[in-house]
């Protein structure tokens, strides 16, 4: 029956091999046969009934672990009848599969899906059968779950054989390497952490199969772009202090890059250090530069910024890329340093580097915030014009936006009308959101209010920016029937009525009875008082920071390697490594009212949103309660918070009070920013201490801290009132020497501390320059100047006086 059934299947093949017989060689014509037999066994897979149709052959066809093989590897075969003919296979007693075999079946279940149980059921038979699995197969099958986001799937295969001691050889470095690389990359960083951290306790660092640097560092690049700080930093310690840490030049980079952006200078400049030391490979490159260059204007420090920057065109041997030179244009132009901006930006065109969109957006803020308008106007025609360049939405965000604060309110409004009707492309939620914001600061509550029903018909998201600060117009204008035609314009999205419920909790809590415990404590302890302020924690620890003067630098420059080609890097090293670690004490951005965290930050969102609408209306006990209650409920005050309370207590003259906050700010290790010295300046105009305003000023400069025209305005303002108007004058001269043009209240203040200290040609002088200036005057120039007219007249009265004879006595 066999010997029949053997017959009937090779009937084809067998005839046509005699016919050649004569002419082919026996070893040719059963290769021939072979690829025959392979054939009809491929054509009765194919056909319905599958492996039932090579029933009927029973044991009479020649199964080897090449024709298997062969058949396994047809293309036009599924994975479906490929692995029932396995398993059909596995039933004949006279064959056994062999590891090719299994690896060949894997393979084609890789590249199928839904396929999970049957190969796992594969691995359980092959485990019977007493076949190892080898290191390929079993890479690619992790590959393949883990590609297709099974990784439940891919840990089962990893601990199937982790536990059996046979396989455990195919687990080479290169499985553990392209596992973590393929978790990181599909944003299982979590994940990819537990193994990794698994491996390191198992195996005691020695064998843990992580030999790899390429893997390491796509973990920290996980870490970091997760924000997962303290397992960032768990992976560095372990990984040094099993000294295997596999750190090549990008390694280092990207932990330069990580702490710095993290706030630790420190950190970053004693890895720098480090990659010196160890030299050849692991020598710093430009990458290692950018890195820094941008953590140090990221703190603030741009001023050891643009020295590094030179150092690196200097002696580094390196040249700066587009990279380079974006990064220093940015930090320039956000400390208010527009000169170098510029000349920054000159150099990058004279060296054939043509900005791109991120610079000239840079050097537009900058400009702006300068109030250098036509400057910046004439830079928007030549980015577009003579460049080239396309302007991006953020683009003309920045243009609205300094259009708006440089006091040109309608031109901002048509810019944005206009962008309206051109395409969606130009504009996107945030430019909504800026001209709502300044809507609602002139009171046109109606206009803003369209604008949102216009920005959700445009399908934009109403954000929590934009909504509050129409709750903060609704609250000042007493309209609060606009509540419920905000809800119905936002018809997406659950935001109004949870701030709608936040706002009456809040109210609930507020006017519920309070514990009496703390009564007749203060809410802002303090030690001292303000007159204090240069002994203050957060502001003396500038002096241990990086920012060296002139003889410091000199003595430190002397002190390091004359040979070296980053001498003023190695200065920054070894200072910081000779002292604690540096904390971050100065935010180069100023804190914000939102910070858009969703909801970690929407608690203290809402505070500040609140806080925002209780001081302006003066109810400053409301304000109080608020911070002290949600503070207590574990609220994290932010610089917004900080710098709200305490501005409010110094228009109020507490300034106990005010130095309590200050206090407070610094032992939660809060950054300070511009606004928080802009106050501090205030509270020491008010209290007639101006002299320590110039101590206060050094302060801010060591800190990496930078001048903007609200903080010349305030400097100024203190010192004229004080009578200091020598100083006044170098600051005005100290002022337009970095770029920052005055503005309408730079004008007034000057003009009212001449008149007041008796300088009237002075005061002419500055309104001259005014109006010269293109500076539109306000209510308050008017203001001055009726005081200014009452104090010439005054002044040609007492002259006639004096020059008029006694007629009652004309002896």
Same mark, same amino acid.
């Given at each position: ?17 005699? +016919? ?7 070893? *040719?014509?059963?290769? /021939? ?37 062969? &058949? ?57 059968? $007493? ?24 840990? %089962? &295969? ?39 951290? @698994? ?48 750190? #090549? ?63 690196? @065109? ?9 990279? *380079? ?96 009707? @051109? ?18 600061? $002139? ?19 109403? #954000? ?52 009496? %415990? ?27 920071? *990086?920012?060296?003067?002139?003889? #410091?630098? $000199?003595?430190?420059?002397?002190? +390091? ?18 002292? +604690? ?5 100065? +935010? ?18 809402? /505070? ?29 005050? /932010? ?56 101590? /206060? ?32 004058? @170098? ?81």
């Amino acid at each position: 029956m066999a010997a029949k059934a053997q017959r009937n299947l090779s009937i084809f093949y067998t005839k046509r091999r005699f +016919s050649v017989a004569g002419t082919i060689s026996p070893a *040719t014509a059963a290769k /021939v046969g072979n690829l025959l037999v392979v054939a009809s066994i491929a054509k009765a897979l194919i056909e319905p009934g599958g492996t039932r149709n090579l029933e009927k052959y029973g044991d009479s066809i020649p199964l080897s672990e090449n024709l298997v093989l062969q &058949i396994l590897r047809r293309n036009n075969l599924d994975a479906a009848r490929k692995l029932d003919f396995f398993k059909w296979c596995s039933l004949r007693s006279n064959f056994k599969h062999s590891a090719e075999t299994y690896s060949q079946i894997f393979r084609s279940m890789c590249y199928s899906h839904n396929h999970r149980d049957d190969i796992f059921l594969l691995l359980n038979s092959m485990k019977d059968d $007493e076949v190892l699995l080898n290191s390929a197969t079993f890479k690619l099958l992790l590959d393949s779950f883990t590609r297709t986001g099974n990784f439940d799937c891919a840990l %089962e &295969i990893l601990e199937f054989v982790e536990r059996d001691l046979d396989n455990s050889s195919c687990l080479s470095s290169n499985v553990y390497n392209s596992v973590l690389i393929a978790l990181v990359q599909k944003n299982q960083v979590n994940l990819a952490l537990s193994i990794f951290l @698994k491996l390191l306790e198992t195996n005691d660092g020695n064998s843990i199969g992580i030999s790899s640097a390429v893997a390491c560092n796509e973990l920290l690049v996980g870490l970091k772009r997760a924000n997962m700080r303290a397992e960032f930093k768990q992976v560095f310690d372990k990984l040094r202090g099993k000294n295997v840490f596999p750190l #090549d030049r990008w390694g280092y980079n990207i932990c330069i890059h990580t702490f710095g952006c993290w706030g630790d200078l420190s950190s970053s400049l004693s890895l720098f250090k480090e990659m010196k030391e160890r030299g050849s490979w692991f020598s710093p490159d430009l990458c290692t530069y950018n890195s820094l260059i941008h953590v140090l204007c990221l703190l603030g420090k741009v001023n050891d910024a643009v020295v590094v920057w030179e150092e690196l @065109k200097g002696s580094s041997g390196l040249e700066p890329d587009a990279y *380079t030179y974006r990064t220093v244009i940015h930090g320039c132009s956000k400390a208010y340093r527009i000169n170098d901006a510029i000349k920054v930006f000159s150099e990058m065109q004279y060296n054939g580097i043509r900005p791109d969109t991120i610079v000239y957006n840079s050097l537009l803020d900058g400009l702006l915030k300068a109030r250098k308008l036509t400057d910046a106007c004439n830079l928007f025609q030549k980015m577009i014009e003579d460049d080239g360049v396309r302007a991006s939405c953020w683009t003309y965000n920045i243009l609205i936006d300094g259009l708006f604060k440089n006091g040109r309110a309608l031109a901002a409004y048509t810019l944005f009308c206009d962008l309206k009707k @051109k395409s969606d492309n130009f504009v996107d939620g945030v430019t909504y959101s800026i001209v709502i914001l300044h809507l609602c600061r $002139e009171d046109k509550l109606d206009e803003a209010l369209k604008l949102v029903e216009d920005m959700e018909a445009r399908g934009f998201t109403v #954000d929590l920016v934009t909504i509050t600060s129409l709750l903060i117009a609704i609250y000042r204008e007493g309209h609060w029937d606009y509540t419920e035609r905000l809800m119905k314009h936002i018809r997406d999205s659950n935001l109004v009525p949870i701030i709608i419920r936040w706002k009456d909790s809040m109210e609930a809590t507020m006017k519920a009875p309070q514990s009496r %415990e703390k009564d007749f404590t203060p809410i802002f302890p303090s030690n001292g008082n303000f007159g204090d302020i240069l002994s203050l924690q957060n502001l003396t620890d500038a002096e241990t920071d *990086t920012g060296l003067g002139a003889e #410091d630098t $000199e003595i430190h420059y002397q002190e +390091s390697d004359p040979w070296s080609s980053s001498p003023y890097m190695d200065m920054l090293a070894n200072k910081v490594g000779s002292q +604690s670690n540096a904390t971050r004490k100065f +935010s180069l951005t100023g804190g914000k009212r939102i910070d858009t965290k969703g909801a970690d930050s929407f608690d203290i969102d809402m /505070v500040n949103t609140f806080l925002s609408i209780f001081l302006a209306k003066g109810k400053l006990s409301m304000a109080c309660k608020l911070f002290e209650i949600f503070t207590d409920m574990g609220a994290d005050p /932010v610089g917004y918070t900080y710098n709200s309370m305490m501005s409010s207590f110094v228009k109020k003259g507490y300034f106990n009070e005010a130095w309590g906050v200050l206090q407070e700010m610094g032992e939660k290790v809060c950054p300070s920013d511009v606004a928080t010295y802009n106050v501090i300046i205030q509270g020491l105009g008010k209290m007639g201490r101006a002299d320590l305003a110039g101590a /206060v000023l050094d302060k801010l400069m060591k800190q990496g801290g930078y001048l903007d025209i609200v903080m010349y305005n305030t400097l100024i303002n203190a010192l004229g009132k004080a009578g200091r108007i020598e100083e006044v004058n @170098k600051l005005f001269q100290q002022m337009k020497d970095s770029g920052i043009n005055p503005d309408v209240v730079t004008y007034n203040t000057l003009i009212e501390v001449h008149a007041k200290a008796g300088q009237l040609k002075q005061s002419y002088k500055f309104l001259r320059m005014m109006l010269e200036a293109g500076c539109s005057p306000n209510h308050v120039t008017d203001t001055t100047l009726d005081f200014l007219e009452k104090e010439i007249e005054n002044l040609r009265y007492q002259k006639a006086f004096i020059k008029r004879p006694n007629i009652d006595n004309p002896l």
